[in-house]
């Protein structure tokens, strides 16, 4: 017997708020784990239902509001997650970039960048380009995230060793530094790297604060939590981010064909933005 009575109503309902306030397309399928996500929230703030529970999110406490969104949103990454990508950027992209807009900085973006992994995953790339060495200070890394628990998490650039066990171990070396003490077991990504990097939250779902374009974005494994018509209208407006014949980087198991016809794929879910 559950804890807490799980209605049609409360199951529904909470299905269309998620997909209105974070554009993620919960399936039907999905209940139990909807019920027991938020099932902590009802212990965590002392409501006996999610009927109340409704009703606190709907009042706009800001508060909670962040709280849900942080229970509700699916964190998985990885260091060098999808290599290919990472070695297109440093091997290929960076040099031909840097090349080409000589007079200003390149703007990468990661969007849905989850603890981090990602967007140090860009720099460290950046950094083994050997054109970017004479130009590092043209390289701008922006990441962000919706939920704003793995935002501050990525921003601390701590991880546990485990989490770089598979990577090269002259990356190692000059990347990280290995924790001792009570940070024993620990490593932490060098200054170098982070201060490449300026993460924010960001729900995809408002207004963007950019005022530049990006000459890159990568946003991997995250349209595919929402349905096709926010696909179409998110991708849209990357394209309108992106500097002319930018470039967009998505997840393996994720496409554009039907989504958006202002990119054309080059290879490998890189797509480049046509108009």
Same mark, same amino acid.
């Given at each position: 017997?559950?804890? @807490? ?31 027991? +996500?938020?099932?902590?929230?009802? %212990? ?9 529970? +409704? ?34 950027? +440093? ?13 200003? %900085? ?23 380009? %050997? ?27 701590? @991880? ?64 595919? @939590? ?20 930018? @470039? ?13 016809? +202002? ?13």
């Amino acid at each position: 017997m559950k804890e @807490y009575e799980f209605t049609d109503q409360d199951f529904e309902h909470l299905r269309r708020f998620i997909a209105h306030k974070t554009g993620i397309a919960i399936a039907e399928n999905k209940r139990e784990l909807v019920y027991g +996500r938020i099932a902590r929230r009802l %212990r965590a703030t002392g409501l006996d239902s999610f009927a109340e529970y +409704r009703r606190l999110l709907e009042s706009g406490h800001s508060e909670e509001l962040e709280e849900f969104i942080n229970v509700i949103t699916t964190n998985l990454t990885s260091f060098f997650r999808e290599r290919h990508h990472f070695d297109y950027l +440093r091997d290929t992209l960076l040099p031909e970039l840097l090349q080409k807009h000589r007079h200003r %900085r390149l703007r990468i973006w990661s969007a849905g960048c989850s603890t981090g992994e990602e967007a140090y995953s860009i720099a460290i790339s950046a950094l083994e380009c %050997r054109q970017v060495l004479a130009a590092r200070d043209r390289i701008q890394i922006i990441a962000t995230d919706l939920d704003s628990s793995v935002v501050a998490k990525a921003r601390s650039g701590v @991880y546990e060793q485990e989490r770089i066990e598979s990577l090269d171990r002259q990356l190692v070396k000059k990347y990280f530094l290995k924790g001792r003490g009570h940070n024993a077991g620990r490593v932490r990504i060098k200054p170098e790297v982070a201060e490449l990097i300026e993460f924010s939250q960001l729900n995809l779902m408002e207004p963007w604060p950019f005022d530049e374009p990006f000459d890159v974005i990568f946003c991997r494994n995250v349209i595919i @939590y929402f349905d096709l018509p926010t696909q179409a209208r998110l991708v849209d407006r990357f394209a309108g981010s992106l500097d002319p014949n930018g @470039y967009l980087f998505i997840g393996h198991s994720e496409t554009l064909n039907k989504v958006s016809d +202002r990119f054309e794929l080059l290879g490998k879910t890189i797509y480049r933005r046509v108009r």
